[in-house]
Structures are given as structure tokens and as C-alpha cells.
């Protein structure tokens, strides 16, 4: 249960700067309601106000409402209201509400008072926070003593990575004589951004901002606090328009769309920007490719526990092989901690240092104190784990 009650006197002098030119002053108002509610039963609220000016005039108003959920998805509410003092008036409202999905509405109402009636049809969708669509449409009739009018007004609204973009159309059309009006609006809009030297085209910016950059991987969804509100580019780029200011805004991904090959630096970071500031956050990634196969030397004795040096295509590396000959090896470092650093702005050099690509490199390799050489072909395949079979370096000569 819940219970209200205000009383207000002002003196005859008083004035705001909206009414100083009123010559009649309120001198009382009163309200007062009380609401009682079960989940089963509904909510039932009484409300009544009261006013008198110095010079005597009176309004008096009562009212009753009553609401409750149908069904999970359904909720109804009727009120019913009456004032008196220079004229009476008595109105009647009663609407249905219907959720068939999330963020989408449907809604009916009637409401009647003294010589109009009204009844309306809306669906609505909301908005969303980031890209995606929404829409409003209602279809509206009026009746009074002297005509009867129809009104429409769709409307569509659309979130893109790149801007915001609206339109609206207004019809109306009434029974004297079949008159027809209408009007429509179109209208985009967005904002150019700049951080971490990034430049790029986002939707309106209402405080601060963020561009994003989520190394390597496009059609990522980019979240703040939880909620998607970009997707990467084809280059791993995203803008968040609406940070909020001198406050703590977390910025994550969403990594359900990468696959398990992928090394990923960090998932969250957490910027507090000025008021129309930008951040910029970066998130590496590069995705991990394995090379196995077997090292084997004169007369195919597996060749154990030995170092490999590989040069080419502008890069030096090494492996160690493992019993029976066989080795391991990856594409790529990670040089973070050999720089010391965590790097975090869109500037920054990768932390990942790639060592292998495809091609054709220059091996060594030292077999019972003799400095043996052979060429080791790495072919370009889209594998996680790339078999480079078994490798046997040239007998020595003889």
C-alpha cells in the first residue's frame, strides 16, 4: 500500500518568473491518493486534489484507476476521473498492452470525455542502444460533435555503424467533405571521430566517445556494460558514440564468434573520458597456426633433441626437436613481455611478433658435430595445425 498527501499556501504576493503577470494567486493546494495492490488482485489507486485562488476560484478533482497483468505478456488499466469548479468535466480511459516480444509493444486504448471520443492502435520497437532498427506506428480516430478524424503516423528508425537515420510520415484525413492532409520528414545524421590516430564516421555523438580496434578480426560485436552497441569493420574497427563522461564505461567483445586459434590479449578495459572525449581502446589478436612433422637423417634415423635455425623471407627462427625426431613450432611471439609493457592504445605496435610465414627457408642444424643444411618449404594453408611431414636432410658427401 502506498499513501501520498501535499499541501501548498502560497501568500497573495508570491510569483514565479513563468506567472509573474497572474493576478490571481493560488492560495491552496491540496492532494492527496492511496494505491493498495496484490500480484493476483491488480493495483487499485484513489487520488483527489484540491485548489482555491485569492479571488475565489474553486477545482475539485477525483479520480479512480485500476491496473493488472493478465499474463506475463499482457497488462490492463482503466481509470475513471471527474473536476469540477468554473466547468465539470467527466473522462473514461482504458487501455490494453500487449509485449509479444522483447522490446516490442502493442497497445490499445479508448479514452472518452466530454464531447470527444478517442480510440488508438500502436506498436512500437524500441531502439536499440547500438545498431539495429526501430518503429512506432499508431493509427488514430477521433470523434467530437462535429466531425470525425483519422489519423496515421508510421515511423522508422535506424541505427548504422556510420550514422542515424530516420523517417516519419503523417496522414490525416476527416469526414467533412473527405479532406486529406499529410506530411513526411527524412532526415540522417551522424559525427567524425578522431583518437588514438583514428579517424572515422560513427553515429551522433551525445557526451563522449570511443573507437575500438579489435586486431584483425571484422563483424565482432563491441559491448559497453554488457550491452552490444558496434561491430567491427572489415579492418577491426568500431565507434562508440555514447560514452558516458567523468564515469567509469566498460568496454568488452564478443569472443563467442572466435575460433579457439585465436590468442586474444586481454577482454576488457575500462575508460573514464572527459566531457566530450574520446578514448581509444585496442584489443590484440592474431590468430596462432601450429607446424609439426619429423626430422630425420641419414637412413632415416630420427634426428633427437637437436637445434634448428631457419632463415628466410626476411626472418631468423628456431626449433628443438623431440623424441623419434619429431618438432613443434608456431607462427608467431609474443613480445609484450620481452618490452615490458601491456600495450593499450590504437597506436600501439602489436604485441605479437609474427616469426613464420609461408615460404621457403634456409635450415641448419648440427648432427654429430657437422654443420648439416637443407631447405624446409612451409606451404600456405588456412590449418590450425599445418603437417609438414617427415623432413630428411641430405646424406653428407662422401
Known sequence: MNYQLS????????????NQQDTDTVQLDCGTGISIGTPSFGTVSVN???SETYAGQLKRSV????SRSLAKTVQFMASLSSSWGSSSTIGFFTGLTFF???????????QTGPGSDKESLTLQKNLPIGEGIGYRATLEREQNRNQTVVRTNPQLQVNGPY??????LQGQRDDTGGHTAGSYNLSASGALVYAGGHLGLS???SGSFAVVKVEGLSDIGVLLDNQVVARTNANGMAYIPAL???????????DRSITADYLIKRYKAVVTPGLYGGECVYFPTTRVQAYVGRLLGQYGVPLEFVRVTLRGMKREFSFTTLSGGEFYFENLADTAPEAGRKPEACGDPSPYRLDVVPGTYAATVMVDGAERHFNLLIAD????VVPLGEVRIPDPIQ
Do not use: W
Request: charge should be negative; hydrophobic fraction near 30%; avoid cysteine.
Open 163 to 168: 550514422g542515424s537515420y530516420t523517417a516519419e
Open 100 to 110: 509479444p516480444a522483447n522490446d516490442v509493444t502493442t497497445s490499445a486504448m479508448l
Open 63 to 66: 479520480g479512480v484507476s485500476y
Open 7 to 18: 499541501l501548498t499556501h502560497n501568500s497573495q504576493q508570491y510569483r514565479t518568473l513563468a
Open 48 to 50: 483527489g486534489f484540491f
Open 381 to 384: 594453408s588456412d590449418a590450425v
Open 244 to 254: 558516458r563522461s567523468y564515469q567509469e564505461n566498460k568496454i568488452t567483445f564478443d
Open 203 to 205: 553515429r551522433p555523438v
